[in-house]
């Protein structure tokens, strides 16, 4: 059984030996109920950014404590400790060193208990997205620390796994799903550094909104807005869904202005009212103002099938649940739904689990829509074949506790 912690000095790399290296940089395995690695970095080059790495010898692992493999080689020629054993390779992050080349990196690797030969490597980037690796835990390239990571004999407290594995997991989870979805729609590449300006163009608008109309809370977040518009410019959808008015009709309609040809926008409401107070809104920012429907009459309607749809309708969670299957309905095999606030505690878990038992692909918008309240989205490719027997047979496994918590959207 592995004694923690685990301290084993860097050494300079394997393919890049000439970089300053201080005595005092190492890696730090411990387990103080979850796998923790630190890096610490001394001597360093100043200012500057290193990629953190993990190989893993001996082992098939697509993802290792919640990071995703990288590269994959089950039989490499330049294994020295470890002969002959396959290789995985995980980038677990970045450090930045400071003003004296001093830096430190730590990460959670929530692994399941078992033994696994790990050597951790620094690297800074090269053209071509290539890594050259310029410090390591040990000697040489396979000199790798063999530990034990014991079967979990004390749960994880709740707040442990509240405060450190969820979040580990979900920022994991995240990263990854960028990555899918840009390789399903490479229309997607440049998402983030449109967003980036679309933020600042939808601002002042969303500001006002959210002062004079609304709260910040029950709109859709500055960041799920200019992901929208960024969907909208991108993958040029004809017929949108705006399912829950407000901050999300004024970007699609925004949208509408522009695009040629013109998309057709329909935007829902379960309150009359407050369908009322998006017409006002629009109308005071010369955006069009068609074809805004109750849901009671969309439903009676018989719209058809759309391009895109957001799904961030009624206030209290326990409608939004209800009415979650119907939503996933309403678009097209293979265009999109967007469901906010995935992040919530019952809501989210159940439309997860809906959406894997209908098989519909679907990517976490985490690292593109979070904001400050925590809230972020989950993108959707829809599948025509779900029936809807499928899905109305998946009800939440527990019913939405009332609560003052349930009117926040
Ligand atoms: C989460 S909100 C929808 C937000 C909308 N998509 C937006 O971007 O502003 C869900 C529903 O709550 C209602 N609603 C909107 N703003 C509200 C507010 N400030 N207070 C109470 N209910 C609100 C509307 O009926 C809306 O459809």
Redesign the pocket.
């Known amino acids: 059984m592995t004694e923690y912690p685990v301290v084993r000095p860097l050494s300079r790399g394997w393919i890049i030996s000439s970089e300053p290296l201080g005595p005092e940089s190492k890696l730090t395995l411990n387990f103080p109920g979850c796998l923790r690695l630190r890096v610490k970095l001394t001597g360093a080059r100043p200012d500057t950014k290193y990629i953190i790495g993990l190989n893993a010898y001996g082992a098939d692992l697509p993802v290792l404590g919640g990071a995703r493999r990288l590269a994959f080689d089950p039989v490499p020629s330049l294994v020295g400790g470890l002969r002959g054993a396959a290789v995985s390779q995980y980038r677990l992050g970045t450090l930045r060193t400071g003003a004296i080349g001093k830096g430190r990196f730590k990460r959670w690797l929530p692994v399941e208990p078992g033994t696994y030969e790990l050597q951790a490597w620094v690297a800074t980037a090269a053209a071509g997205g290539l890594y050259q690796i310029c410090y390591q835990s040990g000697q040489r390239f396979g000199d790798a620390e063999r530990i034990t990571v014991p079967p979990y004999a004390v749960r994880p407290s709740p707040r442990l796994v509240q405060r450190v594995i969820r979040p580990v997991v979900e920022a994991a989870r995240a990263r990854a799903d960028l990555w899918r979805l840009t390789r399903r729609f490479p229309e997607l590449r440049r998402f983030r550094g449109l967003a980036a300006s679309c933020r600042e163009t939808l601002r002042p608008c969303r500001d006002e909104?959210v002062s004079t109309i609304?709260?910040d809370v029950?709109?859709?977040s500055l960041e799920l807005g200019a992901s929208l518009l960024v969907l909208c410019e991108l993958l040029k959808p004809q017929r949108i869904l705006?399912l829950?008015?407000?901050?999300?009709?004024v970007v699609f309609r925004r949208y509408m202005l522009d695009a040629r040809p013109e998309p057709a926008v329909c935007t829902v409401?379960?309150?009359p009212d407050?369908l009322e107070k998006t017409r006002g809104f629009l109308a005071s920012h010369s955006l069009p103002t068609s074809d805004l429907v109750t849901w009671d009459s969309f439903l009676q309607q018989g719209r058809g099938s759309f391009d895109l749809v957001?799904y961030?309708?009624?206030?209290p969670m326990q409608l939004r649940i209800a009415a979650l299957p119907r939503a996933l309905q309403l678009a097209r095999a293979g265009r999109i739904i967007v469901l906010?606030d995935i992040d919530r505690e019952i809501y989210g878990p159940y439309a997860r689990r809906l959406v894997k038992q209908s098989r519909m692909p679907s990517y976490s918008l985490r690292l593109l829509t979070r904001d400050s309240f925590g809230r972020y989205a989950l993108l959707i490719e829809a599948r025509q074949e779900v029936s809807a027997s499928t899905l109305l047979s998946s009800g939440p496994e527990r019913p939405a506790p009332a609560g003052p918590e349930d009117?926040d959207?």
């Not at 829950?244 to 009709?249: D, L």
């Not at 961030?312 to 206030?315: K, M, Q, S, T, V």
């Open positions: 909104y609304s709260t029950m709109a859709i705006d829950g008015s407000g901050f999300s009709s409401d379960d309150s407050w957001l961030d309708l009624f206030g906010d009117d959207g």
